[in-house]
């Protein structure tokens, strides 16, 4: 195993990722940020200069699950402050599972401002991953919005509250099209493709070969869907974990997930392919992302000879529970503890605070306190946070297929305090949001942690669902839905000291609360940088620390 070490600079830039230009949030002059490929076992050290003149950053390396280095992990307020402009932050941890990650910015919303890239782990040199391939296609897919995430995150915190929208374009690495299309070449609405910064990606394959098709979804709203013209997909790895292999047309993906999928390049020839990406579960107003499969020898400008294949209905939800509920884990794969020590009934709701709308999880709206968690729970700060143990379950009347009689939650910074070592249950019930009929996806990301997802269900979890629960090959994962009006059910194990958000992955609903906080065995944890501790760093140090025993 290797020592990886990059120099990196946060900035902002104007690039034109959908043909327009806007501002972007970059890593040393690019949108998106440089890609990390490094072997299991390797140590990477980022060494993360902020450069925006005028805001703090972070780094959150998604799927990695920082054994040993919680305070590497990159989210602002829970593992360390936010980084000032100017000063420099070195992150430093292990990656020891192979796998299709990603990083992203986890401070206020500049994960949508652009701030993300891919990190792609490949096997140890002793190891052997459990299929072959001959070549790799990586597809980072993203949305992007004209608005920028200030302007964004005004409106979502304002009386009356402004919703941000749909996303004007999908991106597939950081390339989309606004408003025009590729496949009308030098018509009406032709794209105009010519700063380069948002021609479509091209993948140069050869015939009669397998490919490792990497993808992962780092939207801030859209849920996805994916096709290849003509190309069927074997879908073997979900998060950095490897699946049972099975074989779909099309697939859906949430933001916070990744996969892999092996394709082969069996198909005429003379002909390149468009890799086409959709939106699922909203009604879709974002024209669909496209890519180029380019068969060699032909020119990657050769348009394909067959339209985009067209993604499945935006509320075609039997389709996509029948794609979630299709994957379980390989063979040989970690089997869940048969019994939970500890479970918890997290219900997500849609409220109001004052008339500002929320997100809450058992009535309480995540707030992120200005010391960072880890730092304020090592050193026993008092009045750091809410002190008080959050509700682990929800009032037996409530009806989750009706808006909430009662919309006025509250909010808190509540922590959720984990037995090192123990085994937790979260079941994750939907609910109807404040307008009737309305359910939304939301996709659950666990730091930390991967989880096994025990299974899901329709409308609201009773204990009888227990029985049902798959012990034999449940996934593991690190980020999971819960679909509209239904349950999750996942169970992992707390043997990661440290303090983990685990929250909806979807930006503006983060944002407005929809996350809690683990904390567990933070008494093991050793050697935390001081500058993750404390913002106010003079004054803050062990020593200077008040301490309660
Ligand atoms: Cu990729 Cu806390 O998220
Ligand atoms: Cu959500």
């Known amino acids: ?90 992150y430093r941890f292990k990656v020891d599972k192979p796998g299709t990650y990603f990083y992203h910015g986890h401070y206020g919303m500049q994960r949508s401002a652009g701030l993300y890239g891919s990190l792609i782990v490949d096997a140890a040199d002793d190891e052997i991953e459990p299929f072959a391939y001959d070549g790799e296609i990586n597809l980072l897919l993203s949305d992007w919005y004209h608005q920028n995430v200030y302007a964004q995150m005004t409106g979502l915190d304002s009386k009356p509250f402004r919703w941000i929208g749909e996303p004007q374009s999908l991106l597939i690495n950081g390339r989309g099209q606004f408003n025009c299309s590729l496949a009308a070449v030098g018509g009406a609405n032709a794209c105009n493709i010519s700063t380069g910064q948002c021609a479509p990606v091209v993948f140069r394959v050869l015939p009669n070969k397998t490919y490792r098709v990497r993808i992962a979804s780092i939207t801030s709203l859209a849920s996805l869907n994916l096709a290849i013209g003509n190309h069927k997909m074997m879908l073997v790895e979900a998060d950095g974990n490897y699946v049972k292999p099975f074989t779909v047309k099309d697939m859906d993906i949430y933001s916070g997930e990744s996969y892999s999928v092996l394709i082969t390049t069996d198909q005429n020839p003379s002909s390149n392919y468009w890799i086409s990406v959709g939106v699922r579960g909203r009604l879709p107003k974002t024209n669909p992302a496209l890519a180029i499969l380019n068969y060699g020898p032909n020119s990657p400008r050769k348009l394909p000879s067959s339209a985009p ?69 090592s050193y026993g700060l008092k009045g750091a946070f809410n002190a008080q143990k959050p509700p682990e379950n929800f009032p037996r009347f409530y009806d989750v297929m009706k808006p909430p ?9 509540n922590v959720y305090q984990l037995k090192l070592n123990s085994t937790v249950d979260v079941i994750l019930q939907n609910a109807n949001a404040l307008a009737g009929n309305v359910s939304e996806i939301h996709p659950w990301h666990l730091h930390g942690h991967d989880f096994w997802v025990l299974g899901y269900g329709d409308g609201r979890f009773t204990k009888k669902d227990i029985a049902k629960f798959n012990l034999k090959n449940p996934p593991l994962r690190n ?25 909806c992955h979807i930006e503006p609903h983060l944002h407005m609360g929809m996350g809690v906080v683990f904390s567990e065995g933070v008494e093991h944890v050793r050697n935390i940088p001081t500058e993750a501790l404390g913002c106010v760093r003079l004054n803050f140090g062990p020593d200077q620390a008040q301490r309660i025993t």
């Open 1 to 90: 195993s290797k020592a990886r070490h990059f120099r990196w600079e946060v900035g902002y830039l104007l690039w034109s990722p959908d043909c327009e230009e806007n501002v972007a949030i970059g890593i040393n002059g690019q949108f998106p940020g440089p890609t990390i490929r490094a072997k299991a076992g390797d140590t990477i050290a980022v060494e993360l200069k902020n450069g925006l003149h005028t805001e703090g950053v972070v780094i959150h390396w998604h799927g990695i699950r920082q054994f040993g280095t919680p305070w590497a992990d990159g989210t602002a307020s829970i593992s360390q402050c936010a980084i000032n402009p100017e000063e420099t932050f070195v």
């Open 309 to 377: 294949p067209i993604t499945p209905t935006w509320n075609d939800y039997a389709h996509s529970k029948n794609f979630t509920y299709k994957i379980l884990s390989r063979q040989g794969t970690v089997k869940p503890p048969t019994k939970y020590d500890r479970q918890m009934i997290f219900l997500n709701t849609q409220n109001k605070i004052d008339g500002h709308i929320k997100w809450s999880i058992n009535n309480i709206s995540l707030v992120l306190p200005p010391t960072p968690f880890l730092g304020s729970i």
């Open 405 to 413: 009689q009662n919309p006025n939650t509250t909010q808190g910074s």
């Open 479 to 503: 980020t999971v839905v819960i679909f509209p009006y239904g349950w999750t059910a996942l169970r992992f194990v707390a043997d990661n000291p440290g303090v983990w958000a685990f929250h």
